[in-house]
């Protein structure tokens, strides 16, 4: 899974923004902000990945559990898929 191509990522205001472009700017309503984790795992996503790697990737980098990490990815992913973000 990997973000699709029509979402982009930019700093307004020192915020995390994810940004629609192209004909999807056009039928997206509404705005995604993301604190620094969420930035992290969005990043991460801009390459095709899998949930596993995702939950590896957070434990490594923040001091979190296992445990944590799982329910965090898993509550992320459910938002991108919620807004029709995610290509899998």
Same mark, same amino acid.
């Given at each position: 899974?990997?973000? %699709?191509?029509?979402? +982009?990522?930019?700093?307004?205001?020192?915020?995390?923004?994810?940004?629609?472009? /192209?004909?999807?700017?056009?039928?997206?309503? /509404? &705005? +995604?902000?993301?604190?620094?984790? /969420?930035?992290?795992?969005?990043?991460?996503?801009?390459?095709?990945? *899998? %949930?596993? +790697?995702? +939950? *590896?990737?957070?434990?490594?980098?923040?001091?979190?559990?296992?445990?944590?990490?799982?329910?965090?990815?898993?509550?992320?992913? *459910? &938002?991108?898929?919620?807004? *029709?973000?995610?290509?899998?």
């Amino acid at each position: 899974m990997k973000i %699709k191509d029509d979402y +982009i990522l930019r700093s307004v205001a020192n915020q995390h923004v994810v940004v629609p472009t /192209g004909e999807t700017a056009i039928n997206f309503n /509404g &705005i +995604i902000t993301l604190n620094d984790t /969420g930035k992290f795992l969005f990043e991460a996503l801009k390459d095709d990945t *899998d %949930k596993e +790697i995702l +939950i *590896d990737k957070l434990t490594k980098n923040y001091d979190v559990t296992e445990e944590k990490a799982r329910k965090d990815v898993e509550a992320f992913l *459910d &938002i991108l898929r919620k807004n *029709d973000l995610l290509d899998e």
